[in-house]
């Protein structure tokens, strides 16, 4: 019985009209939006940062800010916590939709897996960015990857 | 004059045995093991096609996601998470962006956004026999501290494609080939009675992470496969949310 095929054509078809859809992750920087519904104030991400020797030197420590794009809203700031082993630091954007980040976290972790969370502190849809790197004790840059657990 | 009427056809006796040698190549990876903590490049090889005249037009490739994927402990099930052994899976690889074999290649995605595999396809593909390099990265991956593991062996699933079809037709003759487990009872799974799955183990640096005393000097070798959920939902080539193989 013969396969119901379809031209070889149609694939490469398929492909070229394909568009590059950006992935929520992008290489030590991520945007997206925490409560796009704007109904839950416990909106929270979750993601792990691996801080390894790529070549570049060891880790001394991952840094990291963000910055919340939204347009500014009485009691709704964006916070930015990193943990690791029994070490942890966390930070604030303190204006909200201006060009700014806010202050950088730097934790002296060394090499290995950092938690990193998002939160927010009221319900309320925020678009943010944030970068992260892990670095060396010479401020080099080195190798970083990072997994997302959750982003509810 | 005799010795020429002797040498001359052993080129190609030896070409045809390497002709039929290379068909049988499983399609895996390049670098099928790696130690913990670094990051490697690496490549998807792909070993032949669906025999004479045809061509890979593209390649599914899946790797275990860790939420719900079978382990097996010194080849006993084991009922805990991934995180009990590796710290940091996501998985951890990252497709590279390459036109030299297919035009199109890009990740899969879960819903978190983390990569899950990769797919590629278009162009002319790669004729039966020939070999051909998909390459990707596999990021800096490491053992959980506590666990007694010193390597654990991914099991991943890939499917090249040599004839788009719907998925009654995916195991006909000539339509694609399966690098998969024969267990988990999907449509993706090999036909073979072996295991076909190309596999990436990561092992221990037991210098830098040396087994906890609670080991007792022994080392357990974990193994990870795609649970069944997980291959039905990844396994297919979607476009923009569009699904092109196998077709609807």
């Not at chain 1, 809203?73 to 690791?84: A, D």
């Not at chain 1, 930070?91 to 998002?118: E, F, K, M």
């Not at chain 2, 056809?9 to 045995?17: E, K, Q, V």
């Not at chain 2, 039966?128 to 699933?157: E, Q």
Request: charged letters at 10%; one cysteine or more; glycine letters at 8%.
């Amino acid at each position: 019985m013969a396969a119901a095929v379809t031209p070889l054509k149609s694939f490469a078809l398929a492909a070229a009209l394909s568009l590059a859809v950006p992935p929520a992750v992008l290489a030590h920087s991520a945007s997206a939006t925490m409560d796009p519904a704007g109904n839950t104030p416990t909106f929270t991400g979750l993601a792990r940062v691996t801080c390894f020797d790529d070549g570049s030197g060891p880790p001394a420590l991952l840094y990291a800010h963000v910055r919340d794009n939204s347009p500014p809203v009485n009691g709704l700031l964006v916070n930015l916590q990193i943990l690791k082993g029994t070490q942890a630091l966390s930070i604030t954007d303190p204006v909200s939709g201006d060009a700014n980040y806010s202050d950088a976290l730097q934790l002296q972790g060394g090499a290995g897996v950092y938690t990193l969370i998002l939160n927010k502190t009221a319900t309320g849809a925020r678009s943010f960015d944030i970068e992260y790197h892990c670095l060396t004790a010479a401020g080099d840059h080195t190798g970083t990857d990072i997994i997302v657990d959750q982003f509810k | 004059m005799s010795h020429r009427c002797h040498i001359r056809p052993l080129p190609l006796a030896l070409a045809m045995l390497m002709t039929a040698s290379l068909a049988q190549a499983h399609t895996t990876l390049e670098t099928p093991a790696m130690s913990e903590g670094v990051r490697v490049l690496n490549n998807e090889q792909i070993g032949h096609a669906c025999g004479a005249g045809t061509s890979v037009i593209g390649t599914s490739v899946v790797f275990p996601d860790g939420k719900d994927s079978t382990l097996l402990v010194n080849g006993a099930p084991y009922n805990g998470t991934l995180s009990d052994f590796i710290s940091n899976w996501g998985p951890n690889i990252q497709p590279l962006l390459n036109h030299a074999v297919f035009n199109y290649i890009d990740e899969k995605n879960d819903a978190n956004g983390n990569v899950v595999g990769f797919q590629a396809g278009g162009g002319a593909g790669m004729p039966d026999h020939m070999v051909a390099y998909v390459p990707f990265r596999v990021n800096a991956t490491n053992f959980n501290p506590a666990s007694c593991a010193t390597s654990v062996k991914f099991h991943v699933s890939i499917v090249d494609i040599c004839k788009i079809t719907d998925g009654t037709h995916i195991h006909d003759a000539g339509v694609a080939n399966f690098w998969t487990s024969n267990t988990l009872s999907t449509n993706y799974d090999s036909s073979s009675a072996s295991e076909d799955a190309a596999s990436l183990t990561i092992n221990r640096n037991l210098a830098a992470n040396p087994l906890p005393a609670s080991c007792g000097g022994v080392g357990t070798s974990v193994d990870v496969r795609n649970s069944a959920l997980q291959l039905n939902r990844d396994m297919p080539i979607r476009i923009n949310g569009t699904t092109v193989w196998p077709q609807p």
